[in-house]
């Protein structure tokens, strides 16, 4: 039962996931505020975003349900159709494609920026109540429901709290949820490339000794490159000029794609594995990078945010068709233990991968390139996988 002037959900965090959660909630006829601290990001297709995200199925799915996909896609989402991952110390790719797997595209890559632009535009007519610029500085909760006291001075009374903001949280540390954190020593170097040969609508991802390198491919004949090294060779590659960094960029791809020049400026950012020790703390939720930070090589963080969402739509839906409390701790709780339980998995599966291949002790590179070619002849395991990162149940 709701008190007076409370309302149901107040998201904090107007990210990707913090957006996208209040958006998906509105939609399914909760009361729902979100609190933003700064202006949202505005989006302009002649500059393009540096952060692009290899955007799964079913988080399409996700937005298309809350009515904010379409405006995503018509205004620029590159489809992927194929993803080839293979081994600089040698042996056979890993190969997916969408024809052999019966799909018409793997997923799409899509600016962090456009995503949030197309989000927050969306908010209005799903009557989501918009706190923005206003930061939560405070909190109070009981049984019955939670109290966000703002930096503008307002409060909000809400049933439950979404932390959706961000690695450093506010509201997860005033919840007094607890993270371990591990740091990678790595940094993901992000920028836009030309190269000399089309990208064919593929995903591709060398493993180098200092770390994955992926070249996704983008509008305008364009690849967007994440490419992870030790914090002082990514600090050292920020710092090349133009022509060096293509050309380093070219070695490091082994040709594959031809000569790759820069095409934007470059940034990078830390890497890290965090974990929230738990999700939920009495009317309190966390969710997105607020919940778990994984490392980026298989594309996966913002796609685990959103499935946080859908996860928590799915059982407030099923809740409010058997017109049962939607809010009840043991549901949340059930909530809380089925995608920390995921999430972590996946954490320490990208982990373990980047270990396995991130190095150049012999009896490891030995093994590299015969593992990979090796699943790519199991089409079983090839369909797994890639189900698996598409948010789809295992056949
Ligand atoms: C340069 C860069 C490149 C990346 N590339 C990739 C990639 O290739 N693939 C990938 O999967 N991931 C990538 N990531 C990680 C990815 O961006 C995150 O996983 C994703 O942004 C998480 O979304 P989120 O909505 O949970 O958090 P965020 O995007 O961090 O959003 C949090 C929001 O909360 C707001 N906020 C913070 N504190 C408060 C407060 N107290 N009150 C109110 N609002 C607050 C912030 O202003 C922000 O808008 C990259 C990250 C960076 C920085």
Redesign the pocket.
Known sequence: MKRRGQIDVAV?????????CALVLAREGLDVAL????E??SWSPAQPD?????FAPDNAALLDEAGAWSAVRDARAQPYRRMRVWDAGGGDELRFDADALGRTQLGWIVE?ALL?DRLWAALPAAGVQVR??????AMEQDDTGVTLR??DGSRLDARLAVA????????RRLAGLEVAAHDYAQR?V?AFVRTGMPHEDTAWQRFLPTGPL?F?PFADGLS?I?WTLPDDEAQRVLTLDDAAFGRELTLAMGGKLGQVDAASPR???PLKRQLAKDYVAGRIVV?????H??H?L????????LRDVAALRDGIRAAQGRRVDWAATHRIERWARQRRSENATAAYAFEGINRLFSNDEMHLTLLRGPLLGLAGKLPPLVDFFWRHAAGQRAR
């Open positions: 904090v965090g107007g990210g990707v996931v913090g957006a996208a609190v933003e601290g700064r949202p990001l540096l952060r692009v995200y290899a962090n949030v923005c610029p206003a930061r939560v500085e703002l930096d959706a903001d961000g690695a450093d949280s506010t509201l993901g992000v992926a996704l967007s994440v940034a990078a950012f969710a997105g990078d607020a919940a930070v994984v980026p298989a594309g996966q963080g913002v796609n685990l945010g």
